[in-house]
């Protein structure tokens, strides 16, 4: 190595780092969303599944096992679930609709690090239907 080169992949290192960050705090933070996203459809899947196996089950208890659901998922704190029942006892195609949304929060210090958040927050929304038994 010349003695005019000494240091210059020092120096492309630090160039090249903050970059190599940046791709990995992204691909970190995408596994997070997807695998928050599962766990949101898990839990109103199972609040959807609870509806159609508890008898007369009303609207305030699939709230309740879907956020008990989501309560049992790691990283999944706080999510709010609407429960949407349609499942009247005439039609044989009734279905019961349960739907679960969690705020999803960016990682902070990789988005900091490059000036805002780009509007990446916002609301992660999961359907469980299931079909009504008669």
């Known amino acids: 190595m ?9 120096v492309e290192f630090a160039i090249v780092l903050p970059v190599l960050f940046l791709v990995i705090a992204g691909i970190v933070d995408f596994g997070r969303y997807f695998f928050t996203q599962i766990q949101v ?19 305030s208890d699939m709230t309740a096992i879907t956020q008990r659901a989501l309560a049992g998922a790691a990283g999944v704190p706080g999510v709010a679930a609407s429960v949407m029942v349609t499942c009247p006892a005439t039609s ?3 279905t019961v609709q349960v739907t679960a949304t969690f705020n999803w929060i960016v990682m902070k210090p990789a988005i900091q690090m490059i000036g805002g958040n ?17």
């Open 41 to 59: 459809t898990n839990a109103a899947r199972e609040g959807a599944r609870a509806a159609v196996v508890l008898p007369n089950p009303a609207a």
């Open 118 to 134: 780009w509007g990446l927050n916002g609301p992660v929304t999961a359907n469980g239907v299931m079909r009504c038994g008669g």
């Open 92 to 94: 044989s195609n009734a």
């Open 2 to 10: 010349a003695r005019t080169e000494r240091g210059a992949s020092a």
